[in-house]
């Protein structure tokens, strides 16, 4: 009963951002569990690297398709080409996003808008895109990569905490208008992941602050996020929907007590 309540055998998963980091890992778990994969990303080298490593040793099938989540064109043109490559969607992992770190008086208006469009309206044209299909068979598993940044905030993160609580709320809407349908819409919101992201915004103070925050005292790996996930793509989540689960390695139950 167990094994089964988490086989994907037969489902086809979508992850958008899935050439690398969490969208990867996440992928590669869905594999493991014999989902059939479809991952995106803008770069066709890194999408072409990583679908083998996705799939080895299983016996899954993949497609890649490159898509900028920041073009609602090329947004579209994945869900069609998903689609029409694999025949159906169950999965969809909303997981492509960005951050462009910008104190509330310096926002510039081209930055806040690439980061509200890659974030959080990319996610409601691709589900909008694959929900009719998940309808027809009363089944699906719609998954929004939020964060811990979306729950709280940092200086300077004004449009990444702005859409990633976004994606909180409109799953909850999401998940009303859809659970009729046997179609579950959740959140994940990972903490300390260090992928390329954080990697690129964060100084290694700022690392290392993050880490000693944790309850655990270090950063996740991207792999620690594919179990959450695999619950939420599963037959095991069927009662779970409208709700944000946070992956943080205990980050957000740590209150800061200063010298006391």
């Not at 679908?51 to 920041?70: H, N, Y």
């Not at 947004?75 to 998903?82: G, P």
């Not at 300390?192 to 290392?208: G, I, K, R, W």
Request: proline share 3%.
């Amino acid at each position: 009963m167990p094994t089964r309540l988490f086989d994907l055998t037969g489902r086809v998963a979508l992850v958008t951002g899935g050439s690398k980091g969490l969208g990867k890992a996440m992928a590669r778990g869905f594999a493991e569990a014999g989902a059939d994969i479809v991952i995106s990303s803008r770069h066709s080298s890194e999408l072409e690297q990583a679908l083998p490593e996705i799939l080895a040793g299983t016996t899954s099938r993949g497609q890649w398709f490159v898509a900028d989540m920041t073009s609602r064109t090329d947004v579209d043109h994945l869900a069609a080409s998903a689609l029409k490559a694999m025949g159906r969607v169950d999965i969809l992992v909303n997981n492509a996003g960005s951050n462009v770190p910008q104190g509330i008086d310096v926002i510039d208006d081209d930055s806040w808008d690439r980061i509200v469009e890659l974030n959080l309206t990319s996610c409601m044209r691709l589900t909008r895109a694959v929900v009719p299909q998940m309808k027809s068979r009363k089944w699906g598993r719609i998954i929004h990569i939020s964060s811990i940044l979306g729950l709280a905030s940092k200086e300077g993160r004004n449009a990444y905490s702005a859409t990633k609580a976004g994606l909180i709320g409109v799953s909850r809407a999401m998940a009303l208008d859809l659970g009729s349908y046997g179609i579950t819409v959740n959140c994940l919101a990972p903490g300390p992941f260090l992928t390329d992201l954080p990697a690129s915004v964060l100084t290694a103070d700022e690392q290392q602050a993050f880490a000693a925050r944790t309850a655990v005292g270090r950063w996740g790996d991207p792999k620690e996020l594919a179990g959450a996930a695999l619950l939420l793509a599963s037959e095991a989540s069927s009662y779970i929907t409208g709700t944000t689960i946070t992956v943080d390695g205990g980050l957000m139950c740590k209150a800061f007590w200063g010298s006391v």
